[in-house]
C-alpha cells in the first residue's frame, strides 16, 4: 500500500501555544489531502479537505482561522493548530489520494496525538 | 450527505471462526466507493478493502471480502479464519466519486478475537 507519514506523533503542549502537524505522501504524489480528528472512543470526522495550490475547505463547525492548513507541495500538507485549548486535545489523522486503475483510495498517516495541557 | 452505519458497538468470536461486520449505508450520489478500515489499538487506520458501487463483483482481499448488497445498501466485512491480531477497531466509510470529497466513517466495531 501506500505510505503516507506524519509528525509528529505526540505533540504536549501548553494552552495558548501553536502546534503544526505534517503530512507527507511519501510515494506518491496527492493533490487531495484529508485532515480528520478523533475523539476517545469515537469514529473519525473529516475537518478540512487540503487542495495542493489552493484554500482549504472546511467542514461545517470547524474554524478555519483557528486550523490553518497549507497544501504547498504535491506531497506535503500541514495543519496548524493555533492558540491551542484543552479541548483541542485529540488524535489528527491526515489521508491522502491516490488514484490507481480508476480507484481512488485514501491511505492514512499514522496520526498525532495532541494534550493540550 | 452520506451516512454509514454500523450497528456492532462490538463483537467478541472465538479464534479461527469466520466473522461478519455489518455496514449499511445511505447515499444520493449514483456512484461512490465503500471502504473498510482497520484500527488497532496504535491509532494507525489501515487500509483493508474497497468496493466501487459499480463493481459486479464482490471485492476480496486475502482473508478479508466484501459482501456487497447494493439493493439492501449494505457492505459487510467478511472476515475469514480470524486471528488474535485482527483484534481492533473497524470502520466502513464511504466517498462519493468524482468529487473531492473525505471519507464519511461508521461508528466502529470493536472486535476482539478470543484463544
Known amino acids: 500500500g501506500a505510505v503516507v507519514s506524519q509528525h509528529p506523533s505526540w505533540v504536549i503542549c501548553k494552552s495558548g501555544t501553536s502546534v503544526k502537524i505534517e503530512c507527507r505522501s511519501l510515494?506518491?504524489?496527492?493533490?487531495?489531502m484529508f485532515w480528520y480528528r478523533q475523539f476517545p472512543k469515537q469514529s473519525l470526522m473529516l475537518m478540512a479537505t487540503s487542495n495542493e495550490g489552493s484554500k482549504a475547505t472546511y467542514e461545517q463547525g470547524v474554524e478555519k482561522d483557528k486550523f490553518l492548513i497549507n497544501h504547498a507541495s504535491l506531497t506535503l500538507s500541514t495543519l496548524t493548530v493555533t492558540s491551542a485549548h484543552p479541548e483541542d486535545s485529540s488524535f489528527y489523522i491526515c489521508?491522502?489520494?491516490?488514484?490507481?486503475?480508476?480507484?481512488?483510495?485514501?491511505?492514512f498517516g499514522p496520526g498525532t496525538r495532541l494534550l493540550v495541557l | 450527505a452520506q451516512k454509514i452505519t454500523q450497528t456492532q458497538p462490538g463483537m467478541f468470536v472465538q479464534e479461527k471462526e469466520a466473522v461478519t461486520l455489518d455496514c449499511t449505508y445511505d447515499?444520493?450520489?449514483?456512484?461512490?466507493?465503500l471502504f473498510w478500515y482497520k484500527q488497532p489499538s496504535s491509532g494507525e487506520m489501515i487500509f483493508l478493502i474497497y468496493q466501487g458501487s459499480y463493481d459486479q463483483q464482490n471485492a476480496t482481499e486475502g482473508r478479508y471480502s466484501l459482501n456487497f448488497q447494493k439493493a439492501r445498501k449494505s457492505a459487510n466485512l467478511v472476515i475469514s479464519a480470524s486471528q488474535l491480531g485482527d483484534s481492533a477497531m473497524y470502520f466502513c466509510a464511504m466517498i462519493a466519486l468524482g468529487g473531492a470529497d473525505g471519507l464519511t466513517f461508521g461508528k466502529g466495531t470493536h472486535l476482539i478475537i478470543q484463544p
Open positions: 510515494d506518491f504524489q496527492a493533490t487531495t
Open positions: 447515499t444520493s450520489d449514483p456512484s461512490y466507493g
Open positions: 489521508s491522502a489520494t491516490r488514484t490507481r486503475a480508476n480507484q481512488e483510495t485514501q491511505y
